[in-house]
């Protein structure tokens, strides 16, 4: 009997390139999340000693000509951290898409993987099928040979 061959096997190789594809975009965005919330993490590390060299120059009570700077350096560090924010508001939104691309890409190949198995175990049955009326022929081959006819 000829070997199993799935006819569906080049759509099942496209279904898990396409899986994989979507997997390796999903790492990408999480990776880029991950970035922006370790500068959104170094930001706020830079922030509070700011504003800890802030409190020192308040402290000396040599604060007179730089208060407007300390002003603007506040307003610096609250956009960057909402940009910050709004970019992690994307790319988390991003990885929701993609996730859900993933569960569909998923389902899909799940289907064809099933089809595969079920076309397999139609390929076994056939043989034991054919395997069986084999070795029948074969013991009435032998058992009419035995009797003389």
Known sequence: MKKFKFRYESVLKMRMNEEDRIKNELAKKIKE???ILDSLENLNKDEL????HIDMVLRSGKAGKVMHSFSDG???YKTLRDQYKKKLSEVEAEIDNIKQLLVEA????KVMDKL???AFQTYIDEYNEMDAKLIEEVVNYKNNK???E
């Not at 000693?49 to 800890?52: A, E, G, P, R, V």
């Not at 998923?106 to 190949?109: I, T």
């Open 106 to 109: 998923m389902k899909s190949r």
């Open 146 to 148: 035995s009797n003389g």
């Open 116 to 118: 595969k198995e079920k």
């Open 49 to 52: 000693d700011y504003l800890n």
């Open 74 to 76: 506040k307003k610096y």
């Open 33 to 35: 999340r991950q970035n």
